[in-house]
């Protein structure tokens, strides 16, 4: 009999928790795609996203939307030149440093994202349907200490 070399079950769980993490997150994102076809007029996920991160925090400059909505700097600036020639958004300078401008939504945008936020939330609540509600809490819950232990990693790093 030859012994199984000793293998730390920690690691070992990490990494297949990292890949179920991934592999729910591209499962999720590709089926809110499937189901969020745009009306005529309205809005790709790409665009609700954009909309919805405004929503949440107006007035954000193109490199923040881009760390936000974890896309490049090149993708959120055709984003924005999309929207903006839609009427969705609008960019000022930013009165502290003229080298940067920040990206407000308009009237038109707002009224948009407004629409669209309980259709996405019921697609989203449709996706979680297999976890209880006491599962959906707990499953955030533990989440949310993840990140928290991300951002205090990064932090000591500094």
């Known amino acids: 009999m ?5 293998v ?6 990490s990494v297949s928790l ?3 993490l991934l592999e729910s997150h591209n499962l999720m994102l590709a089926e809110l795609r499937r189901r969020f076809v ?24 193109l490199a923040s939307l881009s760390r936000r909505m974890l896309v490049t ?13 839609d009427a969705l958004v609008e960019r000022r300078a930013d009165p502290q440093d003229r080298r940067l401008s920040r990206v407000f939504l308009t009237k038109k945008g707002r009224a948009l994202i407004v629409s669209l936020l309980p259709r ?15 599962e959906r ?17 990064a932090e000591a790093a500094e």
């Open 18 to 20: 990292w890949v179920r």
């Open 120 to 134: 996405h939330a019921a697609l989203v609540a449709d996706l979680l349907e297999g976890l209880d509600a006491k």
């Open 38 to 61: 745009p009306d005529k007029g309205a809005a790709s996920l790409p665009r609700f996203d954009l909309l919805a991160n405004l929503i949440r925090q107006d007035g954000q400059t």
């Open 2 to 6: 030859t012994a199984k070399p000793k």
């Open 8 to 13: 730390d079950d920690s690691k070992d769980i």
């Open 137 to 153: 809490r707990e499953l955030r819950r533990l989440l949310g200490k993840l990140r928290g232990s991300f951002t205090e990693q």
């Open 73 to 85: 700097a090149g993708n959120v600036t055709g984003l924005v030149d999309r929207a903006e020639r």
